[in-house]
């Protein structure tokens, strides 16, 4: 057992959440292993702000990783509608997802498209931190706050350790 499997064991670093593609799976994978060469515990944490729209453009671009990760969801037809959508490959116009706004005012089949890319694209850069290593990975996911004055709106991060069975 390592230091980061350790019952209750606080990390000494922790890493991430600073935001869209900065805190990616890479990075968050990276500080997870170092922990286990270290044997210090550490958690790598992956920014869960704009993650849909971030997984479409890797799907679009032809992202083996994130083609890979989605085929390994526990919901195929899900991965499988989205790869359909998103995935380029010659020839063929790519689709434009769904902006943010929709879950507040879209039509309803358009608020459960952005909410299965967002459960989709969450286990994808989760999935792709956490390959390879059995430490810890969270996600920090951007919340704003408005105040009831009227003042200008406060920001604060939300974070959570995720990890899925066999992932």
Known sequence: ???NQAVGAQPEL???GMGVGVSDWKLARAVAESGERLDRPVLGVVSGTG???TMVNRLRQGDLNTKR????FCVPQMAQEVLGKYWLSAGRASKSP???EVLVNGRDERKAEMVRLIVLANFVEVWLAKEGHDNPIGINYLERVGERSGRSALTSGKQGSVNFPGG
């Not at 990760?69 to 390994?72: C, D, M, N, P, R």
């Open 14 to 16: 922790i890493q991430g």
């Open 1 to 3: 057992m390592n230091a």
């Open 69 to 72: 990760a989605l085929e390994a």
């Open 51 to 53: 993650l849909a729209i």
């Open 98 to 100: 769904p902006k943010a």
